[in-house]
């Protein structure tokens, strides 16, 4: 046997190199999802620093805190630079989730016109093949939707717990 043939002392086969395809698609899409999600919470996290700085800024304007010139535009600085880093954040989440999305649409889709085209002909009385492709296109464009709305749907939840903390810890309980 030659090398370029085995694998671990096994023959390769044509469809061990489709199951690694397939596996690395997959592995891609998983790390391409993490990333999505992982951008999602950074650029909701960051969107609480403008609001920090903010109201430390206002501290200093009242004279309820003493801070040097250098200190406040250090403070000034770091405003413009979270927007700069939230805007970043959500531009790569958008890449990423644009990216996950179309590669599951587009493979679903090729899936679902191989099944139609398969059809038998008592399901091609029933339905026609317009009328399926157009069921299962907007079915599949849902799922694209959701693929890409899944990120804002695990970092919305953060958002509303630090923003609940935060009024309380502004408000407190009023009806107590």
Same mark, same amino acid.
């Given at each position: 046997m #030659? #090398? +370029?043939s085995t694998k671990f002392g096994t023959e390769v086969r044509p469809d061990d190199y489709k199951n690694m395809r397939s596996w690395f698609v997959k592995l891609n899409l998983q790390s391409k999802a993490v990333k999505a999600i992982s951008c999602s919470i950074l650029a909701a996290?960051?969107?609480f620093i403008p609001v920090l700085i903010l109201y430390m800024l206002s501290k200093y304007? +009242? +004279?309820a805190i003493e801070l040097t010139k250098f200190e406040a535009w250090v403070l000034v600085f770091s405003l413009f630079l979270s927007v700069i880093l939230q805007?970043?954040?959500s531009s790569k989440r958008n890449k990423y989730a644009a990216s996950v999305s179309s590669e599951f649409y587009f493979t679903l889709m090729s899936a679902l016109y191989k099944k139609v085209f398969n059809l038998s002909a008592a399901g091609r009385k029933i339905h026609s093949y317009n009328s399926i492709v157009t069921m299962l296109t907007e079915d599949a464009t849902h799922i694209r939707i $959701? !693929?890409?709305m899944r990120a804002n749907m695990i970092s919305a939840p953060i958002q509303?717990?630090?923003?609940l903390f935060w !009024? $309380?810890?502004l408000v407190g309980w009023l009806f107590s």
């Amino acid at each position: 046997m #030659d #090398d +370029s043939s085995t694998k671990f002392g096994t023959e390769v086969r044509p469809d061990d190199y489709k199951n690694m395809r397939s596996w690395f698609v997959k592995l891609n899409l998983q790390s391409k999802a993490v990333k999505a999600i992982s951008c999602s919470i950074l650029a909701a996290m960051i969107q609480f620093i403008p609001v920090l700085i903010l109201y430390m800024l206002s501290k200093y304007m +009242s +004279s309820a805190i003493e801070l040097t010139k250098f200190e406040a535009w250090v403070l000034v600085f770091s405003l413009f630079l979270s927007v700069i880093l939230q805007t970043f954040f959500s531009s790569k989440r958008n890449k990423y989730a644009a990216s996950v999305s179309s590669e599951f649409y587009f493979t679903l889709m090729s899936a679902l016109y191989k099944k139609v085209f398969n059809l038998s002909a008592a399901g091609r009385k029933i339905h026609s093949y317009n009328s399926i492709v157009t069921m299962l296109t907007e079915d599949a464009t849902h799922i694209r939707i $959701y !693929l890409f709305m899944r990120a804002n749907m695990i970092s919305a939840p953060i958002q509303i717990i630090v923003c609940l903390f935060w !009024l $309380y810890d502004l408000v407190g309980w009023l009806f107590s």
